[in-house]
């Protein structure tokens, strides 16, 4: 009976106590499906090799923490990445006032000393092109080579006496992510719509080119064949609507505040007949004389009034050249027109609305922005085509490799909607956002963890891996000062 | 053999509850019956569960109970295999006073906490910046009355007061060059009012020369109670300079917590051979408004810090609690007991500060009448539930596991009664 009795009092506790346990048990191991993840070669640009706020730097392991390198922790394999030699590396862009004021920390002399010797599994280089990684290269573009082989975030590959190409195809990948194209539509339209940028040294290159449809296929099929025929699986990913990044999103079209006498002074001039109210009825006179029609004319015409919300005064060079019919005091006044609520401005012009050179030359005001501080309605249009166009390419050519797709494109609009990771919201908007980083154009880590998240599952609908997603706050997002 | 069989019945393998934040603890004899009681009315937690009851007790009775809650939770993540609740336990208590003033009237006074939550995470856990600790605990004081208005039905109805104390924690997703993240801590309190009120009929009665059989009903509502935070402090700590106008280190915050009204209809029947043994049988069910609990919003003081608002939209819902009590020569008492608990949260607001799920709990309990003035009662209620849904609005889902201990301790104290004790047999 006393036995029974402690058996009982047993049975009590041990009931009590076995049925509070609640843990759960830990995730089964990797499994990659029908994907082999044992050497991962991520192959890309600046998004790949984990640039963010205008650099490649490491003060918070940022590039640790590249895209590519967060996928590989999470497969489990080895996983080498150039690392710049010192944290401030190529120097990046840091935040001292929500203003926003921001500066440039420069970056350390030797930090991309990279030893070439090394089998990188990360070949992000930061600026390729699609085309740059290929051969033909661009005849009309004697730099090409030039500026691939000068290229300081690709030092840690030998790119003289081997393309880009012949990089990959001394990988010996089992997996890949690809993710090239960007700066094939990017170049052109942080350029504001132009095919040539000014490098110190070389001049004006044209290296701003958009790719071209066939080229961009022909090259993309050439980087998936090389993965193909060592019998690599992979992923490759859209190219985002670039005109939805903050780089273009963050300067309204209207942010200049005037005065009344100011705004008197723009309009009726100093002598009271020579300002842009004067240049109005010259343009009317021009719209009579048939240089331009009716329509330009009144596209053209400059009003400034008091208020805070005037429009930026730009160089548009679609239009008409006025040169040869304006007096040499309006000259300037060639190309020119006002915003209007469906131009984009880029994001660096921020620092120069409201510029001075002298009481009555204020820039954006009565000194046009250039053309490449703007991409104009026509320009949004081209640049949004194409990048449909070579996004088609992308999804053709990896179809035909048997090969998965993240759509990037569709998910950085879900960006622009919101995204919600346990508890903390996410939008495209420049700093409050959340995402990107302060150049406007890269993610902080934060996106990169998100853009992570995107391609495991995306790998994972297809191979029937089991990689795990990250928890995204577990990356730092913008140091705040 | 008595004792094995008890064993065997806490030892089975139990499943386990929710009701919101509600505090379904309220007295030992229903604890250990499902929760049922407002049609037994039998000693003073009916001044809770049904003031109409009282008038069925007679001179002065003083419940007083102790409960000892121990949660166990466990959530996976789509990202993190096992996370583990910190929460620790709560020790919810109640005091009851019924006594007769007249033949028909009877006044009592009760304090308890009928409404509590608390829920902790470590620190840098997946969720922190949905939540990282949070608590509630009310207190309620209700006086009360109640009249016979007939011999064999009775109405009571209390004031009641309430009051309540806030707290939470979650960090904000903001980082400088020297922190990660910084944290936002969240406090107040506040009262406000509602009442109670109860009808309790011992409707009919078989008597026969070895037995009695009892018929009782009863039907009581419990407002619902809005408790304004009128005085919420906001503090924020590590947070980047230019981001402390937004956070500052202290700021007001308003709030207001509604808490739900519950209405239960229920009834027992007993059967009392000789004195022998007798065999009970109760079931209540009750109506929880928690669509009260539609949203819970902070409103800061100082204009910069973004004003916080969550959608719970949780549901009114149907509880059914059922118990049996058996006890032997007036004096020693077994009893079990079942509830089943529909929870009010849907899915895609799940939060995992409480993981509510729709379940069947299980409640067991033992009394001892030590003389015709004392009685000591011992309750005990087992929940297990398993849940995996999303709380949309914060981008969270997770599996949830939830186990729940809950250990009652409870003594009936009963003097002034002139002739006979029996109160079981009154009427």
Known sequence: MKTLRYLGLGLVTLGLFSCTKT????FEATN?????????????????????????????NQQDNSFPAIIAKQMGTTFVQPTVKSADGSGYRKLLSLAPDIATVSGAVGWNNWDKNVKYNNLGVAGIKLTDCVPPFNVNNPYQSILTNMNPYGAYLDLTTKNYLENINATQATFFTCWLGNNDVLAWATNGGNDTTVISGLGKVNNAELTSTAEFRTKYDAILDAFKAMGAKGVCATLPDVTAIPYFTTVPHNPVPLDAATANLLMNGPNGNDGFLAFNAALDQLAIGGVITSAEAAQRKINFTAGETNSILIEDESLTDLSLYLPSSSAHLKLARQTTSEDLIILPASSDIGRTFSPIQIYGVSVPFADTLVLTKAEIQEVQNRTNLLNNEIRTSASNHGVAVADM???????????????????AKYIEGGAFSLDGVHPNTRGYAI????????????????????????YRGIIFP | MKRIILSAIIAAPMLCSAGGFQLNVQGVKAIAMGGAFTGIGSDASTVFFNPGGMSNLHGHNVAAGFNFITPSVSLQTPETANINQTSPNSTPFYVYYSGELTEKISVGFL?????????????DWQGRNIIQNISLKTFMFQPTMSYKIHDKVSIGAGFVYGLGTFSTEKAVPVGSATTTEGQAHLEGSGDGVGFNVGVFSNIYSIKKETSTTDFRLGVSYRSKMAVDLTNGEATFTDIPVSLQNKFPAKTGFVSKITLPSVFTAGFSVRYTKNEKYSLEFAYDLNLTGWSSYDTLSFDFENNDTPDSKSTRDWQDVMTHRFGVDFTYKEKYSVRVGAYYDNSPVKDGYLSPELPDATQLAYTAGLAYKVNNMVSVDFGYIRQSAERESSLDAAGFTAKYRRKVNVFSLGVNLKFGVEKTPKIETAN
Request: avoid cysteine; charge should be negative; glycine fraction near 12%.
């Open chain 2, 111 to 123: 304090v308890n906490n009928q409404f509590g939550s608390v829920s902790s995470f470590d620190d």
């Open chain 1, 32 to 60: 990659g499906g029908s994907a082999d993840f044992s050497i991962y070669i991520a192959v890309g640009n600046s998004l790949t090799q984990g640039y963010q706020d205008g650099g490649l730097h490491n003060e918070y």
């Open chain 1, 23 to 26: 843990e759960y048990d830990d």
């Open chain 1, 451 to 474: 853009i992570a998240n995107k391609f495991i599952e995306t790998i994972n609908a297809y191979y029937g891996s089991n990689l795990r997603t990250v928890p995204v706050q577990n």
């Open chain 1, 409 to 427: 494109h569709s998910y950085m609009f879900e960006l622009q909607t919101g995204m919600t990771f346990d508890g903390v919201s996410y939008t």
